[in-house]
């Protein structure tokens, strides 16, 4: 069993920067899938929560169109921590932000999700 907890949210103004942390209770070393959602406001089930960013073992990593070229994930694994750099923010950007992970478990695969955390970004 693996725990998340992100970190970092607060409230911003447009333009500015913030970064996000997700750092897991074990080693997230052999993981499928890391990667951040974004839970608009007024959106309350689970699977409303759109894609930000993931990256697969594989190398790939996908962006979401909206976030292109303004944020950035990366991970320390000697820190069991995932980051998502945030820059140029906009009030669209709003919303809570949490952190998946998927574990390779025998012939399948775990998921984990972090509590979330909260992102304003004021105009």
């Known amino acids: 069993q693996v725990q998340l907890v992100e970190s970092g949210g607060g409230l911003v103004q447009s333009g500015g920067s913030l970064r996000l942390s997700c750092a897991a209770s074990?080693?997230?070393?052999?993981?499928?899938?890391l990667g951040w959602y974004r839970q608009a406001p007024g959106k309350q089930r689970e699977k409303e929560r759109e894609?930000?960013?993931?990256?697969?073992?594989?190398?790939?990593?996908q962006y979401a169109d909206s976030v292109k070229g303004r944020f950035t994930i990366s991970r320390d694994n000697a820190k069991n921590t995932v980051y998502l750099q945030m820059n140029s923010l906009k009030p669209e950007d709003t919303g809570v932000y949490y952190c998946?992970?998927?574990?390779?478990w025998g012939m399948g695969k775990m998921e984990y999700w972090g509590k979330g955390t909260l992102v304003t970004v004021s105009s």
């Open positions: 998946k992970v998927e574990l390779f």
């Open positions: 074990g080693s997230i070393s052999n993981f499928h899938t």
């Open positions: 894609l930000v960013v993931a990256v697969t073992s594989g190398g790939s990593t």
